[in-house]
């Protein structure tokens, strides 16, 4: 079974990995309920890869549960403006919009 600890060694072994960073991040994210410890690798992976769509909704959830909903709403907007077909990431925007409306 995969735990953070192999997420932060993977990311010693190729740092420079997007796909690495990533999963490094979505890892610690569920499995060590850390949000907090995983948004420096989701932000990575997306300032390596910026054109990575999936990257761009990977670190909008993880803001949305460390209760970041600026830093949300940055990403959901990038991820949309990169893949503005994907339903699920306009999907997410509109969710993002009412949880800070029930605010």
């Not at 932000?43 to 990257?55: D, K």
């Not at 993880?62 to 970041?68: K, N, S, V």
Request: glycine share 6%.
């Amino acid at each position: 079974m995969l735990t953070p600890e192999h997420a932060v060694w993977a990311v010693q072994l190729d740092p420079q990995s997007a796909l690495v960073q990533n999963r490094a991040g979505v890892l610690s994210q569920w499995k060590a309920a850390n949000s907090s410890a995983a948004l420096p690798y989701l932000r990575r992976a997306t300032e390596l890869n910026s054109h990575g769509a999936a990257y761009w909704v990977d670190l909008a959830h993880g803001c949305e549960l460390a209760d970041q909903l600026e830093c949300a709403g940055s990403a959901y907007e990038k991820a949309v403006g990169l893949a503005p077909m994907r339903s699920r990431f306009h999907l997410g925007i509109g969710q993002l919009l009412v949880a800070r409306w029930r605010q």
